[in-house]
């Protein structure tokens, strides 16, 4: 393996512009992360016009130091107010609040630190030995694979991530068909633009990201938590004893590979890893009857999982172009508004965006180990700041930073449109991140599918007759038919029982 350009990315990531990119995406991820409801996502969002202005290694070292930096900040709400600042942090409630009742605050808090630390220590080794080698098989991909993955990916979203399938499936549909908006790039013919120009250029990435996450969290959240402020809980020492790193120890190892697999799976992220880790550790412990009531595990295991799943969700985006969730959407986005296109290319043509990314990770959780523990007194500050004056500002910058991308009334004007769809989607149970996702992959499935097409010479079984796209259509069929070949599995079972009783 030649190690020259991961050391050249150590080098660029070295630099001092960057190192305070890297910094200052660190410190905005915890605050967000600390303030209930404003996620990753919607910072990212709203942040995305202030890339334009700065290099793309800086941009998206700032971008990707706020959504692992986020993943902690999660936690500290968690423990304190038993308000989970992200949704990852959710099961960190349990024993989190129970320590800190119990005047453990700090040891909780501590616990999280370290975990969090080595979980995504262990999924960037993990990154940079295994994103290399998936780029390297992706050069072979042509546009009838790429396609194919396309559509693996929205499948993928949309059924297995949070929440109600039929309502993913739907939200991503919309997507796609926003995607369609504007002139087409292969024949020149206007689609749903209805005789406007604005929606003949098509509707750009950033007013849909900026309104469906950003401003629609933050009327939602506006409406959840109006005014109300909460006392949070004493902290005491932060360094963990001996007795407790002892108890956690396997918690984090389990946590870390965990959240590695489950976090490079599209649909999976950090949720989803941190409920497993919690679920694998009170199921192997000797008396789960201790989780909920202040294990010391149940808060290693889900903070440590969830960090090593953000770091890991960078590999298909970065080797294969293939958002895992929604902020890897909204960082495809951003790649883009940079001139550069995530996958397996990155590699080859960007190394120092690609290397420069990957090592920043090192950088950035050594600072994050280093300043969570003794911000954590000005954390708790903020939180007595009532969202009632936090959302105001909040909606002006985004309004503003829509504006002045392109210096258009129209992109406030979308912004708004997305932020009340956004919120009455919300309101009524669908994502928005299956739209998002949808959106930004498929211009991706329209123009490669199309491509591909022509290279078959207008006949689509060629799309099953090429090994790769073959194979990524026959799992494109398994996922849509899980959900009945599952049904049939749990029958089965019930058949049996039936036959023997009559």
């Not at 991961?6 to 995406?25: A, K, Q």
Request: charge should be positive; charged fraction near 15%.
């Amino acid at each position: 393996m030649d190690i020259s350009p991961i050391l050249d990315g150590f080098g660029v990531v070295l630099e001092p512009t960057n190192l305070l990119y890297c910094l200052i995406g660190v410190i905005i991820g915890m605050l967000i992360g600390v303030l209930p409801g404003l996620g990753p996502g919607a910072t990212i969002a709203i942040l995305l016009p202030i890339t334009y202005g700065i290099g793309p290694v800086s941009a998206i070292i700032m971008l990707a130091g706020i959504f692992y930096g986020a993943q902690y900040g999660g936690t500290i709400t968690s423990v304190l107010l038993r308000l989970p600042g992200e949704a990852s942090s959710v099961v960190t409630v349990f024993d989190g609040f129970a320590l800190a009742k119990q005047g453990k605050a700090g040891t909780a808090l501590g616990i999280a630190a370290i975990g969090s630390f080595i979980g995504g220590t262990v999924s960037i080794i993990g990154l940079t030995l295994v994103a290399p080698v998936v780029a390297g098989f992706a050069l072979d991909f042509g546009p009838p694979e790429y396609a194919a993955l396309g559509i693996l990916g929205v499948l993928l979203i949309s059924s297995i991530g949070n929440g109600n399938k039929l309502k993913a499936i739907i939200a991503a549909c919309i997507g796609l068909l926003i995607a369609t908006v504007g002139r087409d790039t292969f024949t020149g013919a206007e689609r749903f633009t209805f005789g406007s120009l604005n929606l003949a250029e098509g509707i750009d990435f950033i007013p849909i990201a900026m309104g469906l996450f950003g401003l629609s969290e933050i009327l939602y959240n506006l409406e959840e938590r109006h005014n109300k402020v909460h006392s949070p809980a004493k902290v005491g020492n932060v360094w963990p004893s001996r007795k407790d790193l002892g108890q956690a120890k396997g918690a984090i190892g389990r946590g870390s590979l965990i959240g590695f697999v489950l976090g490079v799976l599209p649909g999976g992220g950090a949720v989803l890893s941190s409920l497993a880790a919690y679920a694998l550790e009170k199921r192997r412990a000797k008396q789960p009857e201790r989780f909920g009531r202040g294990a010391v595990e149940g808060v290693a295991a889900p903070e440590t999982a969830n960090n090593a799943a953000a770091t890991s969700s960078f590999i298909p985006l970065l080797t294969l172009g293939i958002p895992a969730n929604a902020t890897m959407a909204l960082m495809f986005g951003a790649l883009l508004i940079q001139g550069i296109q995530p996958g397996p290319q990155l590699v080859t043509e960007h190394p120092d965006v690609f290397w420069g990314v990957v090592n920043s990770m090192y950088i950035g959780n050594i600072l994050l180990l280093i300043m969570s523990i003794p911000m954590v007194g000005v954390f708790v500050r903020i939180l007595r700041v009532r969202p009632a004056i936090m959302a105001p500002i909040t909606v002006l910058i985004t309004l503003l930073g829509a504006y002045t991308v392109r210096n258009q009334v129209y992109d406030i004007f979308l912004v708004i449109v997305f932020g009340v769809l956004g919120y009455l989607m919300k309101k009524f149970g669908f994502e928005p991140g299956p739209l998002v996702l949808a959106f930004v992959l498929g211009s991706m499935i329209e123009s490669s599918a199309r491509q591909g097409l022509l290279i078959f010479g207008g006949d689509p079984t060629g799309f099953f007759t090429r090994p790769i796209s073959g194979t990524v259509f026959a799992l494109v069929v398994i996922v849509a038919a899980w959900p009945l070949i599952r049904k049939a599995i749990r029958r089965k079972p019930t058949d049996r029982v039936e036959e023997k009783i009559s």
